[in-house]
């Protein structure tokens, strides 16, 4: 079963739209001052996972940046996987090598609890985020 511990949540986050759908889905910064949005491109680095339903634009985001979060998973996760974002928002693993499609991608953390798709993971979030490059 998927678990918390959380040591950090950033004070003051606003929604920058609708996340009522999108509770333990990757976010980003906004290019608005204490404001996050869903992340929508594959392997970018995130600023937290959200962790409540804001259910409009300028309702308070609880986005955890440090500990251990739930996350919706993308793809199947296994522990010890890196994971980072799909284009969607959802946890997908992260290959740790200098090619292929990972290149360049942030890995967010590291899955504790492995999940199905469309299932919660547990994952470290902050404690690691490596991008993947080349050599």
């Known amino acids: 079963m998927a678990r918390t ?3 950090f949540t950033v004070p003051g986050m606003l929604a920058g739209a609708d996340l009522s759908a999108k509770q333990f889905y990757c976010v980003k910064m906004s290019t608005t001052d204490n ?3 869903l992340c929508d491109t594959q392997g970018e680095t995130i600023f937290g996972v959200l962790q409540n339903k804001p259910d409009a634009s300028g309702v ?3 986005v955890m940046a440090l500990g251990i979060s739930k996350v919706e998973a993308g793809e199947t996760l296994t522990a010890g996987d890196l994971w980072g974002t799909s284009a969607s928002g959802t946890a997908v693993k992260i290959e740790g090598t200098n090619t292929g499609a990972d290149l360049a991608d942030y890995a967010a ?3 504790i609890e492995g999940a199905a798709s469309g299932e ?6 902050g404690i690691h985020n490596i991008q993947i490059v080349g050599a």
Do not use: F, W
């Open 120 to 125: 919660l993971a547990s994952v470290t979030i």
């Open 60 to 62: 308070a985001a609880e």
């Open 5 to 7: 511990n959380n040591i």
């Open 35 to 37: 404001t996050v949005s």
């Open 109 to 111: 953390g590291i899955v």
